[in-house]
Each structure stands twice: as structure tokens, then as C-alpha cells.
């Protein structure tokens, strides 16, 4: 009880950490809705890596061309969103080209991760200035959290939710039935870029602020633990939503708690809600099968 | 006698839907070449043939899900401002969507209305009266993937319904249904057409279930096809002299 009131009074040190990953389990969640009406789970792991690449590869370059970039200042910060973008979305667009060879789906996204956690590792390793700094970055150090990141979130997490919700039945309607979609006249694959796009910056805000396996945890399972218990798409995504914000709190409050690591504590937390309530329907489902013999 | 209507100067006047010198296909290769005929309003009309004749790629043509190889298709409606009703084959819908029936119909207003505009109590009344035609009210809130295979067939008409549309475009609506589901929706079809003058074009193989009530029958087999009067094309003696193949899918 104590911790929690710690937690959460004004001027509790961390609380900008807080905040941000609570951002980051609010909206990742509401674009994982999508990896998992699309069947596209297995992207979720695969583009928050190559985001990751992205970073290492833009300190990289910029170190070649210009020198060494300066520590904690809002320029790295920039030139770390730039590179993870470019890589999550070129990833991503040419994954989708691809998608309709439905075949060598997982063979894809496969060696797409592969290619983007070896690239990661050699592009830091290229780069010794910034070795220890970069690692912290790559993880998502989001403890160390400022007001100026913490605004920058807030304002693209708020437009990626505007979109989502904005064009909600543009967006459902593509990825629900798009040979209807193309029957209104509707351009198909705009739509699907659109998605792409607000799909690429959050999961390039999201691995910035907090590391690719929170980005990908926040990802996938809130939506499949409100895929169980909801049964409209609205709902759907705001329990969603809720769940993925309710998980980075609590698991916030664990490692702070019990001095656990941030990310892995919060998406171990989303973990034990999904497994709970996916145990409970499969008890109470076996309870009504006896029943009904 | 059945007519082969692939001539250029087939009349396009007053007709809903007129294909001239059609050819369609994937990647390249034709599955259909340079047919022509006309569907006219308030017709009611079956898309016949063996399987993997192209009944299906017909079907996609005419609503513009594939792009003409050749010649063109004239339509007598708006296609932007009301285009037209479709029923897809319903396995072709994934169920890890979580939709309420009427979700599901209201998906059918979304056809007139712009980007950023929200769904309102006036589609929710259009939804609402589709979902009353069809007779599944009552299962409004109902999660879709919950319902027989019939009542989904019943409710992905009551969307194309909800489009408002002047024709009516159906891909094998009784396609893996009993027969007493499937009677249900081929008579649900024949009142839209009879009661509302609606035009409907339909994909089937159920011969028996189709011959008693479309108008005429489009029979597409080796590429092209031919279309003819119900009662000429599925005559007895025709369908076991000619058709004598599909007895087996009636």
C-alpha cells in the first residue's frame, strides 16, 4: 500500500517512466488489434527487431558522415526515431508486398528477424563510442524517461489513437471483408498504408521508449486477452486498450516493489492476466460440457 | 432456343449492367473471353456451369474485384454513389473477428458514408429494417460467428441490402447449407427480386433450387458463355441432355 501511494504522488521520481510505459501499454495494444484481426502475430516480433536495427543503424551512419553524436539530447533522440521508423516501415511495406505468398509467410518474418537482431548486434558493435549507450537505448531505457520524451509520446501516441479511431470503419472494413471495401470504391491499399503507417511509428516510438520485447508483448497480448471475453470490435479495442495500460501500471508497481526489471515485470504481468482468463473459460467451458452430459 | 450474345452490337440501352467483348481472367491467363450480354433491371438471373468454368471470375468482373482483360462493362447505375449489393461466399470471412450481427450489417451503410464520419442512428435504422427482411431481428446483438450457416448467409444479405443497391450480386449463397436453410434464402431472394423489383445475379450449382424461380440463366462453360430463358435453358430434356453432367450437384 505504501508503494502505491508512492507511486503515485505528484512528485514521485519516476513517475515520467511511468507514465510513458503506461503510454506505451495504452496504444501498442490498440494497433496489436490489427497483428491479431490480420493474423499478422508473428510480424509483431519481427518489426520491433528491425526497428531496433534502425537505431544502431542510424547512430552508425551518422557517426561515418559527421562525427559523434551527443549523448541524451533531443538530436539522438530525433536521429533514433528516424532510423527506427525508415527500417519498421520499408520492413513492413515490403513484408506486405509479399503477403498474398501466403505459403512462405513465416519464413519470411522469420529470417526478418533473424537478419534484423544480427544487423542490430553489428551495427553497435561498428560503433564502439556508443556501444554501452546503445544497448541501454536498444533495451528501451525508459526509466530515464524526460518531460520533452514524454511530450513527444503523447502527442504521436494521441495522433496514431486519433487515426485508429478516426478511420475505424475504413480500417475494419479493409481488413474484415476488402473485396467489399474495393466493391465501394474504397482504395484498398491506401488504407492498408495508412495502417502500415501508424502501425510503424508506434512500434518505433514504442521500441525507443521501452525495447523491442515490451513493444512486442504490449503488442500481441492484451489484444488476445480481450479477444477472449469481448465480443464487438469497439469493445475489442478498448479493452484492449485498458488491459495493456492496467498491465503496465501493475507491472510497474512489481519492479518497483520487488526491484525486478521494468519491461520484462510488466509484460510477465500482461502474461498472467491472458494465461488467468484464458484458464478460467477453459474450466468454466469444461464445467458447462458436464453439465450438458 | 438458347442465344449466344457475343456480338458488338449488343444493346447496352436501359440495361443494368452490359458486358461487351469481356475478357477476364488472373495474371494474364483468360479464364473467360470476349462475351457479351446485358443484365436488365428487375431481372433475375443464374450464373450456371461446371466447376472451374468461371462463374466465380464473372461474378468478380462484374463488380469490378478483377481488371478487365479486354473489352468493357457498362453499368446503368452510379457504381460510386450506389454501388452494388454483394453477398460474398461466407468461409471466405475470418471468424477471429468479434462482430455482433449488426455490426456486421451496418458494414453494408458504410458504402455512403466519407471517411471520418460516424455511424448514426440513421444507419443503425437501415441496418435495423435489412436485418427485419431477412428475419433475423431477433439475433441483432448476437456474436455473428455464433449463428448457422443459413442465418450468416440470411445476414450477409441483410448487409448488401443495407447498401441500398439497385442490383443484388450473390457468390453461391447456398453453398454447404442444408437444403431447408437453403430453400429459406433462394425464396428471401426471389421476394427481394419479386416484392422490390431488386436485380440479382447469383452464382449456384443448385439447378433444382434455381430453376423454378430466376428468370434466365447465363451457362458458362470452355470460355464463353450463353444466355437464355430459365425455361429454355433448364428444360427438362435440355438439363439431361445438355446439363446432363451437374445431375450429380443438383
Redesign the interface.
Known amino acids: 500500500m505504501n508503494t502505491l501511494i508512492i507511486i503515485l504522488s505528484p512528485d514521485f521520481l519516476l513517475r515520467d517512466a511511468l507514465i510513458g510505459s503506461m503510454l506505451v501499454g495504452l496504444i501498442c495494444p490498440l494497433v496489436g488489434v490489427y497483428f491479431?484481426?490480420r493474423?499478422m502475430i508473428f510480424l509483431g516480433v519481427a518489426l520491433p527487431q528491425l526497428s531496433a536495427a534502425g537505431i544502431a543503424f542510424s547512430f552508425l551512419v551518422y557517426r561515418v558522415l559527421v562525427g559523434q553524436h551527443q549523448h541524451f539530447e533531443m538530436s539522438e533522440r530525433v536521429l533514433a526515431l528516424l532510423g527506427s521508423f525508415c527500417f519498421t516501415l520499408l520492413g513492413l511495406l515490403v513484408l506486405a508486398a509479399f503477403a498474398r505468398h501466403r505459403e512462405t509467410v513465416e519464413a519470411r518474418i522469420g529470417i526478418t528477424y533473424a537478419v534484423a537482431a544480427a544487423a542490430t548486434i553489428l551495427f553497435v558493435a561498428l560503433d564502439p563510442y556508443g556501444e554501452a549507450h546503445m544497448i541501454d537505448l536498444l533495451k528501451g531505457d525508459i526509466l530515464t524517461a524526460t518531460g520533452g520524451n514524454l511530450t513527444l509520446l503523447t502527442v504521436v501516441f494521441g495522433g496514431v489513437a486519433l487515426g485508429l479511431f478516426?478511420?475505424r470503419?475504413?480500417l475494419?472494413?479493409v481488413?474484415?471483408?476488402r473485396?467489399?471495401a474495393?466493391?465501394?470504391?474504397m482504395r484498398a491499399g491506401l488504407w492498408d498504408t495508412l495502417l502500415y503507417f501508424l502501425i510503424g511509428v508506434t512500434i518505433s516510438l514504442g521500441v525507443m521508449t521501452a525495447g523491442p520485447i515490451v513493444t512486442f508483448g504490449f503488442l500481441v497480448v492484451p489484444p488476445l486477452t480481450a479477444?477472449l471475453i469481448?465480443?464487438?470490435?469497439l469493445?475489442?479495442s478498448l479493452v484492449a486498450a485498458g488491459l495493456g495500460a492496467a498491465a503496465a501500471f501493475a507491472g510497474f508497481y512489481c519492479a518497483y516493489r520487488f526491484d525486478l526489471p521494468l519491461g520484462p515485470a510488466q509484460v510477465a504481468v500482461a502474461s498472467v492476466v491472458l494465461m488467468a482468463i484464458a484458464s478460467a473459460q477453459g474450466l468454466s467451458r469444461g464445467i458447462g460440457n458436464v453439465h450438458a452430459t | 432456343m438458347p442465344y449466344v450474345l457475343d456480338s458488338k452490337e449488343e444493346s447496352v440501352n436501359g440495361a443494368l449492367l452490359a458486358l461487351q467483348q469481356v475478357s477476364l481472367g488472373y495474371e494474364g491467363r483468360s479464364v473467360l473471353e470476349r462475351i457479351s450480354f446485358t443484365v436488365e433491371r428487375g431481372e433475375f438471373l443464374a450464373l450456371l456451369g461446371p466447376n472451374g468454368a468461371g462463374k466465380t471470375t464473372l461474378l468478380r468482373g462484374m463488380l469490378g474485384l478483377i481488371p478487365v482483360q479486354a473489352g468493357q462493362i457498362e453499368y446503368g447505375f452510379d457504381r460510386l454513389a450506389s454501388p452494388p449489393g454483394y453477398v460474398p461466399q461466407r468461409d471466405t470471412l475470418d471468424p477471429i473477428f468479434p462482430l455482433s450481427v449488426l455490426e456486421v450489417v451496418l458494414m453494408g451503410t458504410y458504402a455512403r458514408l466519407a471517411p471520418l464520419r460516424r455511424v448514426g442512428r440513421r444507419q443503425h435504422q437501415i441496418a435495423a429494417t435489412c436485418l427485419e427482411q431477412v428475419g433475423l431481428a431477433h439475433v441483432a446483438e448476437q456474436p455473428f460467428w455464433t449463428l448457422s450457416g443459413g442465418q450468416k448467409q440470411r445476414v450477409l444479405i441483410a448487409r448488401a441490402l443495407a447498401v441500398e443497391p439497385e442490383v443484388l450480386l450473390l457468390d453461391e449463397p447456398t453453398a454447404g447449407i442444408d437444403p431447408g436453410a437453403a430453400a429459406t434464402i433462394i425464396d428471401l431472394i426471389a421476394r427481394l427480386n419479386h416484392d422490390q423489383g431488386l436485380t440479382v445475379v447469383l452464382v449456384s450449382h443448385h439447378l433444382r433450387l434455381v430453376r423454378s424461380l430466376v428468370r434466365s440463366v447465363i451457362w458458362i462453360e470452355e470460355r464463353r458463355v450463353v444466355k437464355g430463358l430459365t425455361e429454355t435453358m433448364l428444360s427438362p430434356e435440355r438439363v439431361a441432355d445438355v446439363f446432363g453432367m451437374l445431375t450429380g450437384t443438383e
Do not use: A, I, N
Open positions: 491479431v484481426l493474423r478516426g478511420f470503419k475504413e475494419l472494413l481488413s474484415f471483408d473485396d467489399l474495393v466493391v465501394f470504391g479477444r469481448t465480443r464487438h470490435m469493445t475489442f
